[in-house]
């Protein structure tokens, strides 16, 4: 392991989150003093065991190192760039200097070479100072919900974006097609807890409609669906909590403390007291549904895909967009009709519009229901932030729940 590696050899190093961090590397500044900063690399866990180091570049926190006259090292100059990689560590500058061969076989050869690069204009002028202080550095607790790091954030550098979404809890009703795409999508974020609720076991129909491939065995044993899709996506996340039920008055407690909560379930009672539950509580909620309809005529499938936000300020639109009845024989979605890419796009468009919400995605249209047309292709937004003066209809056949 490379902190082990690192540490052996005297260097003060450690890992936090996607990053590994080397202490106290000597540099000359500017004006020909030394001063100490640390480097900072997009840690990459597979490096050396049988992969190269994708990310040859390297971050510093420090001024702008120089040579032992004062000069600029211009043979490492990437870009000058402020990057916030959280826990207080702040980087100014990135470096880019490639071995020979082009790549570095492991990060302890790529940290190593680019602390000699620096350190060694230091010890020009102090042949005392090294990066080898033997410093032994306290382990920082960060308490990651993923099982593995997210080193693509890091590479992109995006972690303080990245950070909005490091939520304390996030709700999942429903994990038919569209809920248990939402839970794909949101397994990949870093909020701390996902809470799923679904009364339903898994059936051979709900394997036509949702993420992957059900394996018949499974479909045999008749699981519960919570627990079939907490069993598959806690390989990547820690913090997935499951129960079994359908929501009731006696259960509906459970949606307490979450910052946010997607409603995939079926219009009928339980739906209508999750809405009121979630608007006295003041948590923000997505109500995902479609409604599709058989066109005799030329044998095809018509509909609308719907997304609708409610906001504790923005609340006064949900009674006139949502279905709270339960559907009747007629409605084609609530027959099972497989449709996973309509499904997965409903998930989609509704994570996007959380993401939106706690500003990971800009949003310049603030829209609070929009629906997509199957047969022209086409995203209607309404119910903006102010509201509009006029006063839309309700889309009916969008009112069906995923």
């Not at 082990?4 to 936090?16: S, V």
């Not at 826990?87 to 570095?104: E, N």
């Not at 492991?106 to 080898?132: C, G, K, M, S």
Request: glycine share 8%; aromatic share 6%; hydrophobic share 40%.
């Amino acid at each position: 392991m490379v902190l082990e590696q690192l540490t052996d050899a005297g260097f003060a190093a450690e890992i936090r989150g996607p990053h590994l961090f080397l202490h106290d590397v000597p540099y000359v500044t500017a004006g020909r003093t030394i001063a100490r900063a640390t480097l900072a690399f997009v840690l990459e866990p597979m490096a050396g065991a049988g992969a190269n180091v994708s990310d040859h570049r390297a971050m510093w926190t420090g001024d702008y190192p120089c040579d032992r006259t004062g000069a600029r090292l211009g043979h490492i100059e990437n870009v000058s760039q402020r990057i916030d990689l959280g826990g207080g560590f702040v980087v100014q500058h990135l470096f880019s200097s490639k071995p020979p061969v082009g790549y570095y076989v492991d990060q302890f050869e790529q940290a190593t070479t680019y602390a000699a690069i620096i350190a060694n204009e230091a010890r020009a002028l102090d042949d005392t100072v090294t990066p080898r202080t033997q410093r032994a550095i306290i382990p920082a607790a960060v308490d990651s919900p993923f099982v593995y790091v997210d080193n693509a954030t890091a590479r992109a550098r995006i972690d303080a974006v990245s950070r909005k979404l490091e939520l304390r809890g996030i709700g999942i009703v429903g994990l038919g097609g569209t809920g248990s795409y939402i839970l794909d999508l949101i397994a990949k974020t870093p909020v701390r807890r996902i809470l799923i609720v679904d009364g339903d076991e898994m059936e051979q129909h709900n394997a036509f409609r949702a993420p992957g491939a059900v394996p018949l065995e499974a479909l045999r044993r008749r699981p519960k669906k919570v627990d079939h899709w907490q069993a598959i996506y806690s390989a990547m996340h820690r913090g997935i909590e499951t129960v079994a039920a359908y929501l009731d008055a006696g259960n509906v407690t459970i949606l307490d403390g979450l910052d946010f909560v997607f409603l995939c379930m079926d219009p009928g009672p339980g739906k209508r007291l999750a809405i009121e539950h979630l608007e006295e509580r003041e948590i923000p909620f997505i109500d995902c549904g479609m409604g599709l309809e058989h066109v005799e005529e030329v044998d095809a499938i018509l509909g609308i895909v719907r997304v609708t936000t409610s906001v504790p300020d923005m609340r006064h639109h949900t009674r006139r967009r949502l279905a709270l009845e339960v559907a009747g024989e007629e409605d084609l979605y609530a027959r099972n009709i497989q449709v996973a890419d309509l499904n997965m796009l409903n998930a989609a468009l509704a994570v996007v519009r959380f993401k939106r919400h706690f500003g990971f995605y800009l949003d310049l249209e603030g829209e609070h229901h929009a629906t997509y047309g199957i047969d022209g292709n086409r995203i209607l937004n309404e119910d903006r932030r102010p509201p509009t003066a006029a006063n839309h209809s309700s889309d009916n056949d969008a009112d069906r729940a995923a």
